[in-house]
């Protein structure tokens, strides 16, 4: 079955290469081909020279537009000069083939039909009105000077033959005509479906940007401005101006982890995600990130426990990785109360390394589990008022599949959180 689609997409092209119309075009010049090829002996064979040589030119014809279609990838001007020069002969050929009571007009429905079902939208009155102005020309013509109808069937037999041929060969183009149109049409459609879900989901992540820059950003920055305002205007107490900066620092360091998020998401977004799976020692990889987080742990009396075989590797991107767990264990200090336990552990099960990040706080309603992982994930707030922003779980989501790897969680409200990321061991 693959060696079959390959082979077709090498003779029609490619999808992502030829429009849907220009696929249909170039596969009915192979049929015409094939189609003029078998005319041409059989039209001898029923007696009928002058209709054998038009086929002959058509079979030339076929070849060349298919080339300048499919090879030159020039399909318009092709599928223009087919419709003109077919046109052009097959009036010729009514004269030469009994006119009203041969074939020809036989072929000229179908022509008809695929210059409509492969051509341009905008050339389809152009292509109806040519084909009955012809017709009827022809018509016309043979009804006032029967005696320009010069082609006649040397039998019934031939005239029987030939026409029943038509018939079936027309009929056998229709059907396999309609059968690869609606074909391709259902590939195509399902094509823009795909296209529109992915639109509808960068049109989410734009929007999530857009409210994250003109809210969460300026917030933090509206309160730096506020307090150096206070200074200039007022003389503050020791204990006021203690306080004032340490909820400065808490709302600097929110804007500092969202910045980061949103830095590595915007590139990701922009150049694409580039992932380096190598060996990376998990011990050496997570130490940094959380001597990182011991003193945000330690001003909220939190302990930090560190379970990490110094030996284990994983097949991960490190930088990746220590984005994932810098979300995570952030995340899980954010929401634990002062005087509780975080655990980052690590454990070999089978061919997969299972990191998790435990807490003791106050858990996730099943109701925020749903979008947790996804742009929709309303901010929260923590224990000591810290905001929260659904960017960090989706980022930790995004570059958990670029390793391979898979990130879910369990919780329960009261009792705590707990996040397990799995990842490829090197073999």
């Not at 094939?34 to 002058?50: D, R």
């Not at 002959?56 to 599928?79: D, E, M, Q, W």
């Not at 000077?145 to 005239?159: D, F, N």
């Not at 003389?235 to 929110?254: A, G, M, T, V, W």
Request: proline share 4%; hydrophobic share 45%.
């Amino acid at each position: 079955m693959k060696v079959i689609k390959e082979t077709l997409y090498k003779l029609i092209g490619r999808p992502d290469e030829f429009s849907l119309e220009a696929r249909i075009f170039n596969a009915i010049c192979i049929f015409v081909v094939l189609n003029m090829g078998y005319n041409i002996p059989f039209s001898f064979l029923v007696g009928i020279p002058e209709t054998a040589w038009i086929c002959t030119l058509l079979f030339l014809f076929g070849g060349y537009v298919y080339y300048l279609s499919r090879i030159r990838n020039k399909f318009v001007p092709a599928i223009t000069t087919s419709g003109i020069v077919v046109t052009v002969l097959f009036a010729v050929n009514y004269f030469y083939n009994s006119g009203m009571a041969g074939a020809t007009l036989l072929s000229f429905s179908i022509t008809l039909f695929l210059l409509l079902i492969a051509g341009p939208s905008r050339h389809a009155v152009f292509w109806v009105s040519i084909n009955l102005i012809v017709v009827l020309l022809l018509l016309t013509t043979e009804y006032l000077y029967p005696e320009s109808v010069r082609g006649k069937y040397p039998s019934r037999l031939s005239q029987t033959i030939d026409l029943a041929s038509i018939y079936i060969t027309n009929g056998l183009f229709l059907y396999f005509g309609t059968r690869f149109f609606t074909s391709a049409y259902k590939k195509e459609q399902k094509r823009i479906e795909e296209r529109s879900v992915v639109l509808e989901r960068l049109n989410a992540e734009k929007n999530k940007l857009f409210s994250i820059v003109s809210h969460d950003l300026r917030s933090p920055l509206a309160s730096v401005q506020q307090y150096f305002e206070i200074l200039k205007e007022v003389d503050l107490e020791s204990e006021d101006r203690k306080k004032i900066e340490s909820e400065l620092l808490s709302s600097i360091n929110y804007t500092q982890d969202m910045l980061f998020n949103l830095l590595s998401w915007s590139s990701t977004q922009m150049k694409g995600a580039t992932v380096s799976l190598v060996s990376v020692n998990l011990f050496l990889c997570l130490k940094p990130v959380v001597e990182i987080y011991k003193p945000l742990a330690q001003k909220k009396t939190i302990q930090l426990d560190f379970q990490v075989d110094p030996t284990q590797d994983v097949l991960a991107d490190a930088a990746m990785l220590q984005l994932i767990i810098r979300n995570l264990v952030g995340n899980a200090i954010k929401f634990t109360e002062p005087g509780g336990l975080v655990t980052i552990r690590a454990v070999l099960e089978g061919k997969k390394c299972l990191i998790t990040v435990k807490d003791t706080g106050r858990g996730i309603g099943k109701e925020e589990l749903a979008p947790i992982f996804s742009l929709k994930a309303q901010p929260t707030f923590g224990t000591n008022q810290e905001r929260g922003v659904g960017l960090g779980l989706f980022l930790c989501k995004e570059y958990a599949e670029a390793q391979h790897g898979t990130i879910w969680l369990e919780s329960t409200p009261s009792v705590g959180t707990t996040f397990f990321l799995s990842l490829p061991v090197p073999v």
